[in-house]
Structure formats: C-alpha cells, structure tokens
C-alpha cells in the first residue's frame, strides 16, 4: 500500500509545497489551521487538480499534468467536516444509494447496526444532528469499500463516547476491508492512539513525518 | 357562450403555450446547466445573449424575425432544402418567436436552481461510483425538479400574454396564427367591446386558473415532506 503525492499550489496568501510518500494503513495529519490539511487531502482525492503536480496509488497513476483519473475510478473518498449528504434521501436511501452505485457486496444491515444508524433510517439529513450526519457520511463511505477513505474532522461532531465507539468500528472495518485511511485531527491524543504514522504540516510544508510504534505514540503524547 | 373562431384562438393559444414551453425546456436544460456550473466571460457573454429577450421591445425582435423568416431570407431557404416551407404567417414561426420571447423566463430559473446543486454532492456521488446517468437520474433530476417546474410556469404564463411579437409576424389567420390576444385587439378595435370583455374574462380567469393549479402542484409534494417531517 503506497501513496506518492506531489502538491505545488499558490494562491494569494497561501503557499503549498508538499512531496512525500505514504506507506502506513492509518495515518494521522496534524497542523495548525491553514497548514494545508484540508488542502492535501482533497488533492489525493482528485478535488484539487490544479494543485497537484503528481498523484499515484499502488503505482497507479490518479494525477499527473493534465491526466486526471476520474473520481469513480479512485475509490478515494474525501468525508469533510460538514458531511456532504443529498437533502432529498433519507438516511436509508443514501446508503443503499451508496451500494448501487458502487457496486458494493459491503454488508448494509451489519454497517447500520455497527454505527447505531437503526433510529435514523427513515429520517432526511436535515432532520440529523451533525454528529449523526457524520456517522451516516463514514457509514456511507464504508459501504462503498473505498481503497483510500480521507478523513477531514470527520469525526469531530461525535461526542467523546460516541467517538470512541466509532473508531474502534473503523479500525475494525479498516481492517476488514484494507484501506489507507489518512485522518486529519486537531486531537493529537486521538492521533497517537490509533496512527501508525504522523505527518506534521506548517504553513504548506511538511514539517515532519513519523512512524509510531505503539510506545512512541505515548511518549510522543506526552512530549506534546 | 363561444364562437367557433373563438374557441380555435383559444385552444390555439392554449397549443402554443405548452408546445414552445415543452420545447424550451427541452433545448435549453443543457445550457442552463453549463451556464450554472462557474463564471467566466464566454458564460457572460451568453447569459447577456439570453436575457435580451426581456428587455427588448417585441418590436424589434418581432423586426428581426419578420426578416429571419421572410421567405427570401437565407433562413428560409435553408429551411427549403431541408424541405420546409417558409415559416412566416404560420403556426411553427409563432412557436419560434414565442420560445425566443420567453427564453429568459426558462433559462433564469433553471440556472438558478441546477445552481443549488452544490459541487462537493456531486463530486461525493462520483466518487461513491456514480456514473452519468445515475447522478442525472438520482441527484439532478429531483432536485432541480422544482426549478424545471417554476420554468415551466413562467414561460406558460408569459406565451399566453404574448401580443407584440404575434403583430409583427403572425398575420391573424384564423386556425393558423390567430391568437386570443389578437382577437380580442380586433374586437377592441371594432369596438366591440361586449366580446373584448368576454374574452378578456376568460384569458384571465383561465390564466389565474392555470397559474393556481400549477403552484398548487408545486407546492404539493414539498409540504407532504414537511408534513412527513413534522411528523417524525
């Protein structure tokens, strides 16, 4: 599992310069706001062409010059802080939705229960608390059996318990399924309890890049 | 109650309407939608294009097809070779004129609504693994529904009032061209006014009828979703 990525982006006040490569299953990005995170994650997933300068996965090329990958064909799915979900389907819908059009053999009825979404199915997203939109957005997402699932925040509306729960399911499912799971947080505590590997950003620079081992994380917890 | 010559200007006007707005609808949702997905100059350019209709008089649009559908014009004679007579003084040149005259009244709010439709939902969908005609059928399709029914209504509404372009280059042939609101000029002319009045009742009693069942439909569905969620 590996992934190469070469960002170059300026904009008025914003300059990005990233080049690094990914091996990890779970990684963990941190930065302050304005680093670039958000940035780099939707690069990977193909929202940003004009900034990304080289892009590949497994050795399959997603982006380079003017070649772009189409997005139905990356399995790269971006889940931003604010779940993008379609106002016109109930919760049920979406993710049934989500299975046909993937053409996914993923379990519904097992995801739905592993995420508590029993209550929810028949209510529209504008009935849904942001938390629960964005257990509906990653239970979506996993039911579409992404090759790369790029969490932005996605997470951060979920109360600690709830959080908690949500995660270990993840990581169960990552597991499952094999994905390269690229996870952005402002919690560095969340970060060093389930990343393999930490990518630190500063103002569109990578500051740093880690691997942890599980002993690491603690001391690097702490070191924080 | 009705003449004959009346009842075929009013089912004439009532073809017309549906006809030109159908058709409208149908060749101008693509534009609409590329009109709605950015800015740019050439998009600009073209929405400046598009909105003239409004503000010109009829006159001069009604001008312009006068010598767009003359059967000297190059229009026309283009139309020849494909085997079709020249359209002035007939049913199809109305329709033309009456799609140019309302064509504001459709792409606005088209573009308006296809605009709603929010790139991150449609990037999410493809990503999912939704292909073209999925994200058509299951995402564009019903939300811009409302938006292809308000421009609907519009450009209905505003073909039955049509008058100035109809002058110009319909010729008031009964059967043919003939329309409500050019009989009722005639009988105002002739001073007829107990039929100018009769007519003029029915076109807006039928016009109110039509614009209130049509919001009625549109606003149907929308409150059975909020009575659904109010319910929960």
């Not at chain 2, 009109?35 to 649009?61: E, H, K």
């Not at chain 2, 088209?110 to 693994?129: E, V």
Request: proline content about 4%; charged content about 10%.
């Amino acid at each position: 599992m590996s992934l190469r990525l070469k960002l170059h982006w300026t904009t008025c006040n914003f300059h990005l310069q990233l080049e690094l490569e990914l091996n990890n299953h779970w990684i963990g990005i941190y930065g302050q706001s304005g680093s670039g995170k958000t940035s780099m994650l939707k690069a990977i997933a193909g929202l940003l062409p004009t900034a990304t300068e080289h892009c590949s996965f497994n050795d399959e090329l997603w982006q380079q010059g003017s070649f772009g990958q189409p997005l139905s064909k990356r399995k790269a799915l971006y889940l931003a802080p604010e779940a993008v979900l379609m106002p016109h389907k109930t919760a049920l819908q979406q993710l049934e939705l989500a299975s046909s059009w993937s053409k996914s053999t993923a379990d519904i009825k097992q995801i739905i229960q592993d995420f508590e979404l029993e209550q929810l199915l028949t209510l529209y997203p504008s009935q849904l608390s942001s938390g629960q939109q964005q257990k509906l957005a990653l239970a979506q997402a996993l039911i579409a059996k992404p090759r790369l699932l790029l969490l932005d925040e996605a997470l951060a509306h979920l109360d600690h318990q709830q959080k908690a729960a949500v995660l270990k399911k993840l990581k169960l499912y990552q597991q499952q399924q094999g994905f390269m799971l690229l996870w952005v947080s402002h919690q560095m505590e969340d970060l060093c309890l389930y990343c393999e590997e930490i990518i630190w950003l500063k103002q569109g620079q990578l500051q740093r890049q880690q691997q942890l081992s599980s002993q690491q994380s603690n001391q690097l917890f702490y070191a924080i | 109650m009705l003449y004959p010559s009346e009842w075929q200007a009013l089912w004439l006007t009532v073809k017309l309407a549906l006809l030109s707005s159908f058709l409208l609808l149908l060749l101008t949702a693509p534009l609409a939608w590329w009109l709605s997905r950015g800015q740019s100059s050439g998009r600009n350019a073209i929405n400046a294009l598009l909105t003239l209709p409004l503000v010109l008089p009829p006159t001069v649009l009604g001008f312009y097809l006068v010598l767009l559908l003359s059967p000297d014009s190059w229009f026309s004679q283009l139309l020849r070779l494909m085997g079709i007579e020249a359209l002035a003084f007939r049913f199809e040149g109305l329709v033309l004129a009456s799609m140019l005259y309302s064509l504001p009244f459709v792409v606005q709010p088209l573009q308006q609504g296809f605009g709603q439709i929010a790139q991150d939902l449609l990037q999410q969908s493809q990503a999912l693994g939704a292909n073209r005609w999925q994200l058509v059928a299951q995402l564009i399709w019903p939300l811009s529904r409302p938006a292809l029914f308000s421009a609907f209504i519009l450009s209905f509404a505003h073909t039955l009032g049509e008058f100035g372009i109809v002058l110009m280059i319909g010729g008031n042939i009964p059967g043919q061209t003939q329309l409500l609101s050019m009989l009722i000029y005639d009988q105002v002319e002739s001073l007829n006014y107990a039929r100018a009045h009769l007519l003029s009742g029915l076109l807006l009693l039928f016009s109110f009828s039509v614009l209130f069942w049509l919001y009625q439909q549109q606003r149907g569905p929308q409150q059975r979703v909020q009575q659904q969620r109010n319910q929960q």
